[in-house]
């Protein structure tokens, strides 16, 4: 079985409204830019195409009848993977290891502006017998398991300020970022409090954006690309859809795909092997908890490291350099797609301000949001080991 | 059925029993409400409807005349040129009647749907829309139609800007 790298990567950048453009011109924009990047001509060189989305966020039934225009994909093999962009990757690399196709092409877009009721979609996530006419704001789901995480870890509030603070910052060095901004853990902390123990600043705003990847099998990436940024391991599940029966202190589904990806990718000792991380931070608690399921630290150390400087762009272990969901913003579908994507820019040495230092090897973990507990996660290199 | 239990105890459900409350379900309205931005493509094509006018979109490349209007070729994949109007005129590409409503309740007068090539578009361009002033049974192919337009007060920037098409 070949190797797979990503070759090509687009972006439109996130904002949070974009009244001027349709969801379809944004993806057009993505995929034109991802198709340049990996100098491929879709209606010629690109096998198949997957697209990730889920009709509530588009709202369209079967949305991705409306995506093969604007991706060149008309009469063209199509997926849809209605989860996480990174979910797609994961299809893609397993397509092109089927030796059936050599380029394949990944997107995940959002339009969240395009919501007027947005709360009630995520509600109508909830199972309809047993939790959801109890009402309220689903995000109390984050509450709960923030709450939980906290009390068994020890980790504090203040900890958790500590990621928004970094990210929002690391965010003003990365032109696709919606929600740069140089704010103080007293800001963090003193924002209205929303889903105790989560403030305001805590949660990720919304944002609108796609990203397009390009990926090929070994022999072809090798034509297109001096810097392949080669897919080592891939890695994902869901856990139960009963809230009641979730371990809430722990992201098992993180550990298990962590642990999946790690696996196909030789990785024994991740903190030594990986040099940086992209993590899901869509509330500031999942960074840490992230972390600590992929095993980048001990249980209960994310906080400590983080308020020690560690996961800066300047630490050892530099954590969502791109600014993650709190600085680009949460594009439903779009944030595994968002942590590729800065893992292969730095690792291309292509990351502009906020490039890091000889890094060879990254990591990439999503989380599908609420009320999910599905994940994934993907070992990317410059080697192909 | 197994081959041994011959005949179930009760009786098949009936809706009325669901309606009544006797087999537990769970209702909830999704409140999904959406507003779309058109973009750049469709915010000029509607802005066009109310002139009562349909504007198109060129690629130089495939030199196909797209409608509706779009800012990108989907064939060639590159943006497109430059914009241009059709007439509201056309022929019928295929048709037909429903004699079911949207409520799914039956009509006595069918609703005709056509797909019409418009005139000045490239094949294979055109619109959906409704056929009106005519008995169902006298449509036939390549019949050639035109749009019969809402008074320009009462249009609003949408498909319904045009009430339907005419036999001319």
Redesign the interface.
């Given at each position: 079985m070949e190797d797979v790298a990503i070759v090509g990567v687009g972006c439109t950048g996130f904002r949070p409204i974009?009244?001027?453009?349709?969801?379809?011109?944004i993806m057009?924009e993505a995929a034109?830019r991802a198709?340049a990047d990996a100098n491929v001509?879709?209606?010629k060189d690109i096998d198949a195409f997957i697209t990730c989305g889920e009709d509530?966020w588009d709202?369209h039934s079967i949305f991705d009848e409306f995506v093969?225009?604007?991706l060149?994909a008309?009469l063209k093999p199509l997926f849809t993977v209605s989860a996480d962009g990174l979910i797609g990757l994961a299809t893609a690399y397993m397509l092109i290891r089927t030796g059936q196709f050599n380029t394949v092409m990944v997107e995940a877009h959002s339009?969240a502006?395009?919501?007027?009721?947005f709360t009630?979609?995520v509600a109508?996530g909830l199972d309809?017998?047993f939790n959801?006419?109890l009402g309220g704001h689903p995000y109390y789901i984050a509450g709960l398991e923030m709450t939980r995480f906290l009390h068994e870890t020890g980790t504090t509030k203040e900890q958790c300020a500590h990621v928004v603070v970094k990210n929002r910052k690391n965010a003003l060095a990365n032109a696709c970022a919606a929600y740069g901004a140089d704010l103080t853990l007293e800001d963090v902390l003193q924002s209205e409090p929303m889903f105790y123990p989560l403030n305001r600043l805590d949660t990720s705003p919304l944002a609108d954006g796609c990203i397009v990847l390009v990926l090929a099998s070994n022999h072809v990436a090798k034509k297109l690309t001096d810097t392949p940024v080669w897919v080592r391991g891939v890695g994902w599940n869901s856990d139960t859809s009963w809230l009641e029966s979730r371990e809430w202190g722990r992201a098992i589904y993180a550990e298990l795909a962590a642990n999946m990806a790690y696996k196909m990718a030789g990785i024994k000792n991740p903190p030594k092997e990986i040099q940086f991380a992209e993590v899901d931070d869509l509330f500031s608690y999942k960074e840490l908890q992230h972390l600590e399921a992929l095993k980048l630290c001990g249980r209960g150390e994310a906080g400590k490291l983080t308020e020690e400087g560690i996961t800066q762009r300047d630490g050892q272990m530099p954590v969502n350099v791109s600014g993650g969901a709190l600085g680009m913003g949460y594009a439903p579908e779009v944030l595994g797609l968002q942590r590729v994507l800065e893992a292969a820019l730095q690792l291309r040495g292509q990351a502009g301000r906020r490039q890091l230092c000889d890094v060879e090897t990254g990591l990439a973990q999503s989380w599908r949001g609420i009320p999910t507990a599905t994940g994934a996660v993907a070992v990317l290199s410059r080697e192909v080991k | 059925m197994s081959a041994k239990i011959k005949k179930y105890a009760g009786h098949p459900l009936k809706s009325a029993e669901i309606r009544e409350g006797k087999v537990p379900t769970a209702r909830w309205r999704p409140k999904a409400k959406y507003m779309w931005s058109a973009g750049v493509a469709m915010s000029r094509f509607l802005n066009e409807l109310k002139n009562g006018r349909i504007i198109a979109t060129r690629c130089n490349k495939c030199g196909r005349i797209m409608v509706p209007p779009r800012v990108f070729c989907e064939q060639c994949f590159k943006p497109t040129d430059n914009w241009t109007y059709v007439k509201d005129t056309g022929t019928i590409n295929t048709y037909s009647a429903s004699f079911i409503a949207g409520d799914a309740s039956r009509i006595k007068e069918p609703i005709i749907v056509a797909i019409i090539d418009l005139d000045g578009a490239s094949p294979g361009m055109g619109i959906q829309h409704k056929i009106g002033e005519i008995n169902w049974k006298e449509v036939k192919f390549d019949m050639k139609v035109k749009a019969v337009w809402k008074p320009p007060e009462e249009r609003k920037g949408a498909i319904t800007d045009i009430k339907y098409f005419k036999p001319v």
């Open positions: 974009t009244p001027e453009f349709s969801y379809k011109e057009f034109t198709y001509n879709p209606r509530y709202g093969p225009d604007q060149g008309v339009k502006s395009d919501i007027l009721t009630d979609i109508f309809p017998i959801r006419p | -």
